[in-house]
C-alpha cells in the first residue's frame, strides 16, 4: 500500500463521514465517540496486524514508519462512520441489531479483504487454510464492538440519546412512567 492510495482512502473515509454523519443527525458528541472508537480500534487493529504477520497468517505491505502508521491511523479514526450506523442500529433495534451487525461484519469481513489482496495483490497475501479466514472474521467482530462500546464510553448509550424513541411514542401501547408527561405533538 502507497501512501497515495492511504490518502485517497482516508479522503474517500472522509467524505463517507461526513455524509453519514449528516444523513444520522449525529451530534458533535456522537461524532467525537466514533472518532475515539475509530482511534481504539486501529491501536488494537496494528497489533492484530503485527500478530498475524509473526504466526504467518498474512504479510501485508505495511512500513512501519511513523508517517505511514500515523496514515494508517488517520484511516481508522476516519472509519467512524461505521461507529456512526451501530449507533443507529443499537437506537433503533437494541443490543439484537448490534449482535446482528457483529454477525454481519464477521461473514462480510473475510471476502472483502480477500476481494481487496485480489485487486491489490501488492498490498499482501494471506497463508494458507482456514485460520487466515477465522482471524479476519474475529477481527471485523472486535472492530464492531470495540468501537461501538468506545463510542458509547465517549457519548453514552443511544437509548438514552435525544433522539431516541421512547415506548409511549413508539405506538407499542406502552404509557408513560408515572409522574412523566409524553411529549405532545401535532396531532396528538
Not at 461526513?18 to 491501536?43: E, K
Request: aromatic residues 14%; charged residues 15%.
Amino acid at each position: 500500500m502507497t501512501t497515495f492510495q492511504l490518502h485517497l482512502f482516508n479522503g474517500l473515509y472522509l467524505a463517507v463521514l461526513v455524509a453519514v454523519a449528516f444523513f444520522t443527525r449525529a451530534t458533535v458528541r456522537r461524532i467525537a465517540g466514533a472518532v475515539a472508537g475509530g482511534v481504539g480500534f486501529g491501536v488494537v487493529a496494528l497489533g492484530i496486524i503485527a500478530f498475524g504477520e509473526k504466526v504467518g497468517w498474512w504479510h501485508m505491505a505495511i512500513t512501519w514508519e511513523p508517517y505511514f502508521v500515523t496514515l494508517l491511523m488517520a484511516g481508522f479514526a476516519l472509519g467512524a462512520f461505521i461507529y456512526l450506523i451501530t449507533w443507529r442500529i443499537a437506537r433503533r433495534f437494541g443490543w439484537r441489531g448490534l449482535a446482528v451487525a457483529v454477525i454481519v461484519a464477521a461473514v462480510i469481513g473475510p471476502p472483502r479483504d480477500y476481494w481487496y489482496m485480489a485487486r491489490f495483490p501488492e498490498w499482501g497475501a494471506y497463508g494458507p487454510g482456514v485460520a487466515p479466514v477465522l482471524a479476519i472474521a474475529a477481527t471485523y467482530a472486535v472492530m464492531v464492538v470495540l468501537g461501538h462500546g468506545i463510542m458509547r464510553l465517549v457519548a453514552g448509550p443511544a437509548r438514552a440519546d435525544r433522539l431516541a424513541r421512547r415506548s409511549w411514542d413508539a405506538g407499542s401501547g406502552h404509557r408513560a412512567p408515572i409522574g412523566i408527561t409524553p411529549p405532545r405533538g401535532p396531532g396528538r
